[in-house]
Structures are given as structure tokens and as C-alpha cells.
Nanobody, 127 residues
Framework: QVQLVESGGDSVQAGGSLRLSCVRTGNIDSFNCLGWFRQAPGKEREGVAAIFTRDGGTYYADSVKGRFTISQDNAKNTVYLQMNSLKPEDAALYYC????????????????????WGQGTQVTVSS
């Protein structure tokens, strides 16, 4: 099993920045694809970014390319999501999730086969 704990959510103004963190514990060596997802009220959960921790390969949704950066600190078993130039439409509950492999660009940002999920951290963006 893998445990995931997110933190870093906050309330910011449009144009601001936040860095989310996801600390992984447990059998992390078997689950090397870490994804960040978000869900706003009344909307489906959507993939934002993912990273394959073995080689650092990354995947981004078009809506966040150039503004968000996913990264990892293996010594701390932590995956980060740096979010810059935040927009009101970025407001949501952000989750991190883990699965064995990312499966390429077509599957990395899909909720499909993500086995473990954190509890989420809230991001609010005011205009």
C-alpha cells in the first residue's frame, strides 16, 4: 500500500503562486507514476500533471502548460506541483494519486488505474 498526504493549498489572488506537496509513504517503489488531479464543485475530476519518478518524465494538461511544474525530491519522497499565474478557473480541490506506470501521455492524466489517492488540498483563487 501507499499513503499520500497533500499540503500547500491556500487562498490566493489571480496571478499568484502556490506550491503543493505530496508526501509518499509505504510501498512507493512499486508505484512510480504520481499524478496531480483537481476537482471543482459540479465538475469531473481532471488530470493536471503527472511524473514518472524513475526517469522524471512529465505530462501536463494543456490548460496548465507553461504555468504549472511538477517535480520530485526523492530524498524526501515528495512530489511537488508549482503553480504560477493562477487563474480563478484553477480553483479546486487538488489530489495526488499513484499507480505503477504512467502508460504514456494518453493515460498519465486519466484517473484510470490510479490505485491510491490522497485526501486533497484546497486551492482558492480570487479574481
Amino acid at each position: 500500500q501507499v499513503q499520500l498526504v497533500e499540503s500547500g493549498g491556500d487562498s490566493v489572488q489571480a496571478g499568484g503562486s502556490l506550491r503543493l506537496s505530496c508526501v509518499r509513504t509505504g510501498n512507493i517503489d512499486s508505484f512510480n507514476c504520481l499524478g496531480w488531479f483537481r476537482q471543482a464543485p459540479g465538475k469531473e475530476r481532471e488530470g493536471v500533471a503527472a511524473i514518472f519518478t524513475r526517469d522524471g518524465g512529465t505530462y501536463y494538461a494543456d490548460s496548465v502548460k507553461g504555468r504549472f511544474t511538477i517535480s520530485q525530491d526523492n530524498a524526501k519522497n515528495t512530489v511537488y506541483l508549482q503553480m504560477n499565474s493562477l487563474k480563478p478557473e484553477d480553483a479546486a480541490l487538488y489530489y495526488c494519486a499513484a499507480k505503477p506506470g504512467c502508460g504514456g501521455s494518453g493515460l498519465a492524466l486519466s484517473t484510470f488505474q490510479y490505485n491510491y489517492w490522497g485526501q486533497g488540498t484546497q486551492v482558492t483563487v480570487s479574481s
